[in-house]
């Protein structure tokens, strides 16, 4: 299958790196929220509930596995990253074409 060859490993790394920093900022918004330090502004609470899109789809499938350990939770978060990257790296070939 030609969706499968020629994967571009820099634009995964560079995709993957890009949502790990939203990831990661999202992350804090998320625990401000939780903990009640966050104010009601629209911007900051849209940035803290798209957390639940960045920590789909290992901790929705292995939600136990993922929540007994802090390094569990975050190497999750970590194979969330590096899928959204390939997602996106395949998408901008399906896009971009031959």
């Known amino acids: 299958m030609l969706l499968f060859r020629r994967i571009n490993a820099s634009v995964v790394l560079g995709s993957s790196i890009i949502i790990g920093v ?3 900022v999202s992350f804090w918004f ?5 903990e009640g330090q966050l104010r009601t502004g629209y911007l900051a609470n849209l940035v803290a509930d798209s957390f639940y899109v960045f920590r789909f789809p290992t901790h929705v499938i ?3 596995l993922l929540n007994s350990s ?3 939770y975050f190497l999750g978060l970590f194979l969330n990253c ?3 990257g390939l997602l996106i790296e395949r998408v901008w070939f399906l896009i971009k074409g031959k």
């Open 22 to 24: 939203a990831t990661l």
């Open 30 to 34: 998320a625990f401000g929220k939780d």
């Open 62 to 64: 292995f939600w136990e």
């Open 70 to 72: 802090a390094i569990l």
């Open 82 to 84: 590096l899928f959204y």
